[in-house]
C-alpha cells in the first residue's frame, strides 16, 4: 500500500527542510518526497496549510501497567500517546512490580505489541525495587531493550551506588535520567515554596531541593563520563548549572515539560489538586528562565511527564492528593500555543525538542523524514483552535489543569511505521 502526503509543510530538523513538499510512503518506510510528486497511491492525505513532521517521541511517561491498571495501560496510554501525535513513548519504570530486570522489559514490550498504538520502549530501574540499596541489573535490561534507566519518582540518594550505576550506563551507552529531589529538602512540601503557598497555608518546596541533585549528578557524571539527562527540570537555578555544565564541554542533557514552561505556582487556585506535581508550578521568574533555556538550546527536550491517576485519588485533600498530570494529549497545543505563537521558539525548533533530539538521546533511528526513514510522522494544523476537554482523553487520567483551555494547534493524524493510527480525532484500529 502506498500512502501519499501532499502539499504540506514539512518540518524536519534532521535534514534541516522547512517546506512545501509531498511525502510518499509504501511499506512502512519514507520512499520519496519532492513537490507535486505524480506516483499514484492507493490513499491521499491533502495537507495544505498544515506541518507534516516526523513523529514526536516523549522521553518520560508513566503507563502505569503493570499494577496500578486503573490508572492506564499501555493500551490505553499508547493510545492517548497517538491522539498527541507521539508515535515513539518511553516508559519509567516505577510500576508494581518495578521495572528492574529483564523480565519486566519483556513483558512491556511484549504487551506493546499486542495491544499499544505506538512504539513502546522502557526504562529500567537503577535500583531493585527502585529501594535505593542494590543495582538492578542493567546489562540484563539494556539487552532486552531497556533504553535507559532512571529512578523517577525519587532520587539515588546514595551517591555512590549511583556513581557505580554511570559507570555500568557508560558501558552500555544509554542515558541515566535523573530526577532530582533531595527528600530531606523536600520535607513534606506539596507546591513551591513562595507568597502563593504561604497564601494558602500550605507547605513549600524549595528550588534548592531540585537543585543540589542536579549540581552532585553533573559532578558524578563529569568524574564517571555518563550521559547525563535531567528529568523535569524547573527551576531557574537549575538550569544555570546545567548551563555551566555544557559551557565546560561535559555531556549533559535535560527536558523541561509542557506545564512547567506554561504555568507557575500563582495558578495554584482553590486547592486544584490538578495543579499538584511533582517538581511543583514554580515562580513566573523560574518560568520564564525555562522558556529561555528551550530558546538558547540550554535544554533541547520537551518530555510530558504523563502521569494519570484516578478521580478519587485527585478529587480530596491538597496534601493528601498525588502529584502529577496527565499531559500527552496537550503537549503540542501547549507547545505550539505558549512557545511558537509566544514568539520563544520557530516551528524548527519545537519538532526538534518533540522529535529528532528525544530520538538522539536514547540513540533511536526516528525522529527524520529523510527517505528510507520509516514513516512515523505526525500531521498538524497549526493554526486550529481548540478547547481542551479532560472528558473526551483517550488516556484514563483525567487529571490536567488544562481543562477547558483554549490552544491553538490540533493534532490531524498520527503515522506509526506507516499506518494510520489516528485521522481527525478518531483512532484506526
Given at each position: ?17 522547512d ?17 507535486a ?11 495544505q496549510g498544515?506541518w ?28 492517548a500517546?497517538v ?16 521495572v528492574d ?5 519483556e ?8 495491544e ?17 540499596k ?7 535490561m ?11 519518582g525519587?532520587?539515588?540518594?546514595d ?13 552500555f ?11 530531606s ?11 502563593q ?21 553533573i ?9 547525563l539527562?535531567?528529568?523535569h ?5 537549575g538550569i ?35 495543579t ?38 485527585k ?9 502529577g498530570?496527565?499531559g500527552?494529549?496537550?503537549?503540542f ?24 533530539n ?8 526516528k ?38 483551555w ?19 480525532g478518531?483512532?484506526?484500529?
Open positions: 500500500m502506498k500512502l501519499l502526503i501532499r502539499g504540506g509543510r514539512v518540518i524536519d530538523p534532521a535534514t534541516k527542510t517546506e512545501v513538499m509531498d511525502l510518499l510512503i509504501e511499506d512502512g518506510t519514507i520512499i520519496a518526497r519532492g513537490k510528486l505524480t506516483e499514484m497511491a492507493d490513499q491521499v492525505i491533502d495537507a498544515k507534516v513532521t516526523p513523529g514526536l517521541i516523549d522521553v518520560h511517561v508513566h503507563l502505569r501497567e503493570p499494577g496500578y491498571e486503573y490508572k492506564e495501560t499501555i493500551h490505553t496510554g499508547s493510545k500517546a491522539m498527541g501525535g507521539y508515535t515513539t513513548i518511553c516508559c519509567m519504570p516505577n510500576t508494581d512490580p518495578v530486570n529483564e523480565i519486566m522489559v513483558y512491556i514490550k511484549m504487551k506493546a505489541a499486542r499499544g498504538y505506538c512504539h513502546v520502549l522502557p526504562i529500567g530501574a537503577i535500583t531493585k525495587g527502585q529501594e535505593g542494590e543495582l538492578a541489573n542493567i546489562g540484563r539494556v539487552k532486552a531493550g531497556a533504553c535507559g534507566i532512571s529512578e523517577d525519587k532520587s539515588v540518594m551517591a555512590g551506588l549511583l556513581k557505580t550505576a554511570m559507570k555500568y550506563s557508560k558501558m551507552d544509554i542515558p541515566v535520567m535523573s530526577h532530582c529531589e533531595d527528600k529538602l523536600v520535607g513534606g512540601g506539596v507546591m513551591n515554596a513562595g507568597t503557598a504561604q497564601l494558602l497555608g500550605l507547605k513549600g518546596i524549595s528550588n534548592d531541593s531540585e537543585e543540589v541533585i542536579i549540581a552532585r549528578d559532578l558524578l557524571a563529569r568524574a564517571t563520563g555518563a550521559r539527562h535531567l528529568c527540570v524547573s527551576t531557574k537555578g544555570a548549572l546545567i548551563e555551566d555544565a555544557k559551557r565546560h564541554g561535559q555531556e549533559v542533557s535535560a527536558e523541561i515539560t509542557p506545564h512547567h514552561f506554561t504555568l507557575c505556582d500563582r495558578d495554584v487556585l482553590d486547592y486544584d489538586a490538578n499538584k506535581m511533582n517538581p511543583p508550578l514554580r515562580s513566573m521568574d523560574d518560568v520564564l528562565a525555562l522558556r529561555q533555556a528551550l530558546k538558547d538550546d540550554v535544554v533541547n527536550i520537551i518530555a510530558t511527564d504523563h502521569a494519570p491517576h484516578s478521580e478519587d485519588e478529587n480530596c485533600e491538597y496534601e493528601r492528593a498525588p502529584f498530570i496527565v500527552l494529549e496537550t503537549a497545543a501547549l507547545g505550539n500555543t505558549v512557545l511558537v505563537q509566544g514568539g520563544w521558539l520557530t516551528p524548527m525548533q519545537l519538532i526538534a525538542k518533540m522529535s529528532t528525544p530520538a538522539r538521546l536514547i540513540h533511536l533511528d525522529g527524520s523524514l529523510e527517505v528510507g526513514k520509516t514513516a512515523d510522522i505526525s500531521i498538524f494544523d497549526p493554526e486550529a483552535e481548540v478547547v481542551v476537554c479532560a472528558a473526551d482523553f483517550a488516556s484514563k487520567g483525567h487529571n490536567t489543569p488544562f481543562d477547558g483554549k490552544v491553538q494547534g490540533k493534532v490531524c493524524y498520527t503515522i506509526v511505521d506507516g499506518q494510520i493510527r489516528m485521522a481527525e478518531v483512532i484506526q484500529e
